[in-house]
Structures are given as C-alpha cells and as structure tokens.
Nanobody
C-alpha cells in the first residue's frame, strides 16, 4: 500500500522560508510525476507545483513562481517544496500527490495517491 507523508509545515513570519518534504513508501515513485497542492479554509484546492517523472520539467502556479521550488530525490523516494519569501496568502494545508504516469496530469484527478497534508501558517 502506498503512503505519502508530508512534513516540514509550521508557523512562520511573512518573508520567511519553509521546506516541505513528502516521503513515499510502499512503492518507488521513480519515473512518476508528482505535485504539491494546497487548500486554504473556504477555498478550493489549488495546484502549487508539479514535477514530471524525470524531474527535468517543473511547473508552478503564477502565485508562487520565483518563490517556490519543487524537487525530487528518487534515491530517497522523497519530494520537496522549498518555499521562500512566504506571504500570509500562502497559508493553507499543503498536500503532496503521486501519479502512476511520467507526464504531469492536467487535473488533480490524475493523481492517484495523496498525503494527509501539512499545515503552513504565515503570519503578517
């Protein structure tokens, strides 16, 4: 059974940084696309960043471009999200997700496995 476990969330002041990790167990995720999503209270879940199966192609929501960096370490079965210059509007529960395909899906429904989420709170 596949499990994704996020860690690294917490409370940080605006302008600060956090690094989220997503550790996968139950299967290797090498060659499969992955992504980070977030959901704030009262809002729909939104895509934050995605990375394809090779790690060579990444994509970001406009709201986080230039501030967040997604990466993966297949040897450790772990994906990361480095978040810099955090803003109060980044406050949300952050989820990692894993597909079973190489290319990044266009929709969240294309991700088969999801973590339980980690809370990120940015104070002003």
């Amino acid at each position: 059974q596949v499990q994704l476990v996020e860690s690294g969330g917490g409370l940080v002041q605006a302008g600060g940084s956090l690094r989220l990790s997503c550790a996968a167990s139950g299967r290797t995720f090498s060659s499969y696309a992955m992504g980070w999503f977030r959901q704030a209270p009262g809002r729909e879940r939104e895509r934050v960043a995605t990375i394809n199966g090779s790690g060579r192609t990444t994509d970001y929501a406009d709201s986080v471009k230039g501030r967040f960096t997604i990466s993966r370490d297949d040897a450790k079965n772990t994906m990361y999200l480095q978040m810099n210059n955090l803003r109060p509007e980044d406050t949300a529960v952050y989820y990692c997700a894993l597909t079973t395909v190489y290319l990044t899906p266009a929709q969240a429904s294309g991700y088969k496995y999801w973590g339980q989420g980690t809370q990120v709170t940015v104070s002003s």
